[in-house]
Nanobody
Framework: VQLQASGGGLVQAGGSLRLSCAAS????????MGWFRQAPGKEREFVAA????????YYADSVKGRFTISRDNAKNTVYLQMNSLKPEDTAVYYC?????????????????WGQGTEVTVSS
């Protein structure tokens, strides 16, 4: 699986962005998909993930209620809608895929990474 993330940019605090991650391969619908982020000088951290069907989604506490993850298996694409952005959301955001059972919620559980897309939130 190859993952291509896009949609990052510069936005003011309180604004919104939507990230997209397009996946190649015929088995996209069998993967759990998620987003992680890495701020300068910090470790990569979990943001959100969704099950292979999109029926289950889960979020880091820091983004719960502000971010929404969704997927369109017909388009091999997963999205991250980010609302009410805060300066502390500034990071490089990475798309991720996991092919096995269990939640996609840790860096070690990721099977495939996309390249990052940078999000900068100004105060």
């Amino acid at each position: 699986v190859q993952l291509q993330a896009s949609g990052g940019g510069l936005v003011q605090a309180g604004g919104s962005l939507r990230l997209s991650c397009a996946a190649s391969g015929r088995t996209f619908s069998s993967y759990s998909m998620g987003w992680f982020r890495q701020a300068p000088g910090k470790e990569r951290e979990f943001v959100a993930a969704t099950s292979w069907s999109g029926g289950s989604s889960y979020y880091a506490d820091s983004v719960k209620g502000r971010f929404t993850i969704s997927r369109d298996n017909a388009k091999n694409t997963v999205y991250l809608q980010m609302n009410s952005l805060k300066p502390e959301d500034t990071a490089v955001y990475y798309c991720a895929a996991r092919g096995g059972p269990g939640r996609l919620s840790t860096v070690v559980g990721v099977d495939y990474w996309g390249q990052g897309t940078e999000v900068t939130v100004s105060s």
